[in-house]
């Protein structure tokens, strides 16, 4: 009944991605990264299709999302990077969620859960450059060699900061000092390659890989071929055609002119879909193989596109316009090129009202 | 349990900002928009809290919206900005919901409707110079007068496409072309001043006032004091915070440097949360009255803060630091200077890992 844009998720497409990681990788296992609702594409679907492909091990942000996919998933290994923050102890081994311990904060809090648990397990954050979270090389070296048992530390883990530009300096700086932090650590294994550590060489492999945007399709590595399938298409219905009587301005601020005859098709999504205000008077979306340059401001709830040169057997109310990822289109990095950010950004700030829908296509 | 990041919202101080509009306003009317969740606030809540307070319109944009509106508030007017798009007909005629009719084709679909349900009213949108939904003037010039009666319709309505500048000359061409617009359809009320409308002289006035953005403490004129108060509090935990042993960057790509002794304050939102990733090496936060400035790229689900001027005995993990409109800190409209935006793109973009919280305030 409802008039309304649509993300259209292909899990099919994220499955093989996580497939093609999972054999580019040289290590022992390849898990999934599905914090933001796997990157706004939604948790719980994309974590049964990886699931069922054979994916075991799941990392999320928080407790709260880490309960969302346990009710989803009983049996998997589910990692949360923020910890275990005052107050979370018993949630976390209750439903066997593995907090990765950031600091000696988090190290005692977790150590008399672990002592009470049998199942209580833990990951630990090595920060070899990001200076975020984790705790740092120096302290980790005068860290009694105790705490890991008694913490029941089964991973090591540390991030990348610059993994997808091979050349920068930091990889090699960040991989001696996990090097030397696992050399402490013998016999637990370690994790270090995000999507683009994967792309790095072996050295940077070490046990488990944690891809995260490449699953969805943004490519892993700066300045090369993206090699990952596009995993999403975002359509909104045109609300309304009209061709301009006269010479005038669109939208708020009246940034852009068109002329007369000039047909515009106003579009049901907005920067409160998450069609970042930025794009104003950049981008374009495709009604079929038809491109539309993007007209003036993009406001709340709608964007005006140039629909001149669509012939007009095409132009209808309620056509289906995609604004991203369509196979003529728009891949998730060239937007946000054009936003002045990320593809993640883009997926995981797509709103509510973009209904998601998911499909199983081959790729 | 949950360690969370909250978005505090003074339902009283939407209240006070209400009837301030409706006190300035000299029409009869001060209706409320409310679309888009209330710009993210939470359309439920913030509706019901005006409703009590004597609004009686209501605007969102879609229907789903309107029926979202409908279930709490059985009563009130609901007005749809996008129209009625086919198959949605019966729905609106069912619920008493208002579409603003935007075209000739939304009036033909209506006609039958308003015939056969005696409560199917509409409204209709002139487009006296937005270019995106409305009938065009030269259209309605040549209307017949006998679809306004035949599609009920109950308000005629344009947009203001530059209020906030109260010196646009497009202000005066589009109340030109309204009030002559108006005349044909004599008798039925007008809607004309949005939020920057209402700051404009008494002939953009007319019958009934929208206000959106002022509600919620945006300011409705550029380059003038803002008189609305500030409405919503965005707050997050501190997850983390440590002090560098050695100068070394913070967060991805390396693009900030700290000295040694630096305390970073690693707090629980990100772009993912609607916290723009634009803001990266920008803006700041608030512990209290002690202002930290961002260090770095802000990432999906944290944010790092430099707290090295905050005294040793407020700095701990879980602590609250404020992102947005704390009394000390940062406006909304301050947030958006500083990501390149306006305040309405911060405030439906603030994500569903922010927790709402509704408080009723003084102010």
Not at 145 to 161: E, F, G, P, Q, Y
Not at 190 to 216: E, K, M, Q, T, W
Request: proline share 4%; glycine share 6%; net charge neutral.
């Amino acid at each position: 009944m409802f008039v309304t844009p649509t993300l259209t998720v292909n899990l099919s497409a994220i499955v093989a991605n996580w497939k093609m990681l999972a054999n580019t990788f040289a290590g022992d296992e390849t898990a999934a990264v599905v914090k933001a609702d796997a990157y706004g594409l939604g948790m719980v679907p994309v974590s049964q299709a990886l699931a069922k492909a054979g994916c075991h091990t799941f990392f999320v942000a928080t407790l709260e999302e880490a309960l969302d996919l346990r009710k989803a998933l009983p049996n998997v290994r589910i990692l949360v990077f923020h910890g275990v923050q005052a107050g979370e102890e018993f949630a976390f081994a209750t439903h066997k969620i593995i907090p990765v311990l950031n600091s000696r904060e988090q190290l005692a809090r977790w150590k008399p859960i672990a002592k009470d648990h049998v199942h209580a397990v833990s990951a630990l954050h090595i920060d070899t450059a990001m200076g975020r979270l984790g705790l740092q090389p120096e302290d980790f070296d005068t860290l009694d060699a105790s705490w890991l048992t008694d913490c029941r530390v089964s991973l090591i883990m540390s991030h990348l900061a610059c993994a997808p530009d091979r050349h920068h300096p930091l990889n090699a700086l960040q991989l001696a000092a996990l090097t030397k932090a696992s050399a402490k650590a013998a016999g637990i294994p370690v994790s270090f390659a995000n999507s683009g550590g994967i792309f790095l060489s072996r050295d940077f492999h070490f046990n488990l890989a944690r891809p995260g945007c490449s699953l969805y399709g943004i490519a892993p590595e700066d300045n090369a071929v993206n090699p990952m399938h596009q995993v999403a298409h975002w359509q909104a219905p045109i609300l309304q055609i009209r061709a301009t009587t006269h010479e005038q301005s669109v939208g708020y601020g009246a940034t852009c002119i068109v002329p007369k005859g000039t047909k515009v098709a106003t579009v049901a999504s907005g920067y409160a879909d998450g069609y970042h205000r930025i794009l104003t008077n950049k981008s374009c979306a495709y009604l079929g193989a038809h491109k539309m340059p993007l007209l003036g401001r993009v406001t709340m709830d709608m964007v005006c596109f140039d629909a001149t040169q669509v012939p007009e057997s095409e132009l209808k109310d309620g056509a289906l316009v995609s604004l991203l990822g369509n196979r003529e289109g728009i891949t998730v990095d060239a937007l946000a090129d054009h936003a002045s950010t990320i593809g993640y950004e883009i997926f995981t700030r797509i709103g509510t009202r973009v209904k998601r829908v998911y499909v199983e296509e081959a790729v």
